[in-house]
């Protein structure tokens, strides 16, 4: 169910994207700088485009700049993770060692019960 809503969504926002698209068919200019700018520096680019191309370029854009910026805000949580994780592979391990140089005879129903480990 969720599957085919989701499916549905889908749809309805690449209708929506290509209304957009057909309703902003006029050709722009797009310039790299402002003609004042551009005249005193000696560089001028710009290229004739689609109106929808400039607007999803420009979602596009702004998505992958927060992406980046999102994905370089997290840096330090992800490597707290990874110490954390180094930390608990080798507590684990430690104990582990420890169990073993403590160990004792048991009796054997104990030592299967004991050695069960829990299902996840």
Same mark, same amino acid.
């Given at each position: 169910?969720? /599957?085919?809503? /989701?499916?549905?969504?889908?749809?309805?926002?690449?209708?929506?994207?290509?209304?957009v698209?057909?309703?902003? /068919?006029?050709m722009v200019t797009l310039h790299a700088m402002p003609d004042d700018l551009a005249a005193f520096a000696g560089f001028s680019w710009s290229q004739e485009l689609p109106l929808f191309l400039v607007i999803f370029g420009g979602i596009v854009i702004g998505l992958l700049i927060g992406f980046f910026w999102e994905w370089l805000r997290e840096h330090r949580h992800r490597s707290v993770a990874t110490a954390k994780s180094r930390e608990v592979t080798r507590l684990e391990r430690e104990l582990a060692g420890l169990r073993e140089a403590k160990a004792q005879p048991r009796d054997e129903v104990l030592a299967i019960l004991q050695d069960k480990k829990p299902a996840n």
């Amino acid at each position: 169910m969720i /599957r085919y809503l /989701r499916y549905l969504l889908i749809v309805l926002l690449a209708i929506c994207l290509l209304v957009v698209a057909l309703a902003n /068919r006029t050709m722009v200019t797009l310039h790299a700088m402002p003609d004042d700018l551009a005249a005193f520096a000696g560089f001028s680019w710009s290229q004739e485009l689609p109106l929808f191309l400039v607007i999803f370029g420009g979602i596009v854009i702004g998505l992958l700049i927060g992406f980046f910026w999102e994905w370089l805000r997290e840096h330090r949580h992800r490597s707290v993770a990874t110490a954390k994780s180094r930390e608990v592979t080798r507590l684990e391990r430690e104990l582990a060692g420890l169990r073993e140089a403590k160990a004792q005879p048991r009796d054997e129903v104990l030592a299967i019960l004991q050695d069960k480990k829990p299902a996840n």
